[in-house]
Every structure is written in structure tokens, then in C-alpha cells.
């Protein structure tokens, strides 16, 4: 029984190593990918428009399942000089940003209903560019921006805009493509 006894706890702890192993290996791929979603984007730091990833019908593009009906356009940011604003007017069709941590994960998302007088104006920062930009604001006239504290310094933001007929698919790949993402500097 001695030897049976062994063989068991021996067992056991080959199965609690192999549990720990693969639960460390699928929490960690995400930090160890190379082409990752950032990495793909990464390009696309230095514009000042959000870039197309996917046009309406899903062609030429990197993504796995490409929704043929809508536009997808992205930009990357890092929030180490500065804020990231991305602007844009909405239109007729449904519009919506979401924005992603490096590492992934969405951690903030907004549709075109939150525009105000068909304008959507978005400020991406850190916690400590916020608490400046409230120190420097005037109680007179307060900024109409929707301000969004990012919880890593880089990630990116997806644009989907939907074409719900292929006669809109020109109009919503315009509109992705007319999106603004520019860096603003520290003052």
C-alpha cells in the first residue's frame, strides 16, 4: 500500500502543476502575444484620422470574422505627452467607439446617441491629465467634452460604423474614415 500511496500523491501533484501551468499560460498569452490588436494598430499613432482595418463586405483585412456590413477604422494612442481627443459628426448611420487597453480589454464604449448637436467629442487622458485639466477649466465655461480616464497609458479605439443596406456601405466607410484622433499636448 506504501508504494500505491506514493504513486497517488505523485500523481496528484502532476495534476496540480499541469492545472497551474495552463491557467498561467492562457492568463499570460495576451501579454506575450507579437501580433496583437495593439501591435497591429500600433502604425497608427503618428495620424491624425482613424485608419480603415476593415471596409463594409470584409475584405482585405487582418481581423478573423469581418461583419460584412460594417466599417471598422481604428487609431492608437499614448497618453504620455498628452490627451487624445477623437472627434467626429455623426450622420444617419449607427456610429460607435470603443476603447481598449493595450493588454486588452474594453474599458470604455460609446454610441453616436451620446452626441450633442450631431458632434461626438471624446477626450481619452490619465487620471492626473484629468485632475490638471479640471484644476485649469473655467467655472464659467465649463468643457462639453466626455472625459474618460484610461487605465494604461497606450491602447486604441475602434470605430464601427454599420451600413444596414450595401448601398450605405461608401457612405459608412466615409464616415469611419473622417473620424479624428489627435494628440494634445501637455501644457
Not at 502532476?14 to 501579454?31: E, F, K, M, Q, W
Not at 501580433?35 to 475584405?59: N, R, Y
Request: proline share 6%; net charge negative; with cysteine.
Amino acid at each position: 500500500m506504501r508504494g500505491f500511496g506514493r504513486f497517488v500523491i505523485a500523481t496528484l501533484c502532476g495534476l496540480v502543476l499541469a492545472v497551474g501551468i495552463h491557467i498561467a499560460a492562457i492568463l499570460g498569452s495576451p501579454y506575450l502575444a507579437d501580433q496583437d490588436a495593439f501591435s497591429k494598430v500600433q502604425s497608427t499613432l503618428t495620424t491624425d484620422k482613424a485608419q480603415i482595418v476593415s471596409a463594409p463586405g470584409g475584405e482585405n483585412t487582418w481581423l478573423p470574422n469581418p461583419d460584412p456590413a460594417a466599417a471598422v477604422a481604428t487609431c492608437a494612442f499614448d497618453l504620455r505627452n498628452g490627451p487624445m481627443r477623437v472627434a467626429t459628426r455623426t450622420g444617419s448611420l449607427p456610429l460607435s467607439f470603443s476603447f481598449h487597453k493595450e493588454t486588452g480589454g474594453v474599458f470604455f464604449a460609446v454610441t453616436d446617441r451620446a452626441a450633442v448637436r450631431g458632434e461626438l467629442d471624446i477626450v481619452a487622458m490619465t487620471a492626473r491629465q484629468l485632475d490638471e485639466a479640471r484644476a485649469a477649466e473655467d467655472e464659467n465655461a465649463p468643457s462639453r467634452d466626455v472625459r474618460i480616464v484610461a487605465p494604461e497609458v497606450q491602447g486604441f479605439v475602434i470605430v464601427r460604423v454599420v451600413a444596414p443596406a450595401p448601398s450605405l456601405r461608401p457612405q459608412a466607410e466615409e464616415m469611419a474614415k473622417a473620424v479624428s484622433c489627435t494628440a494634445e499636448q501637455d501644457a
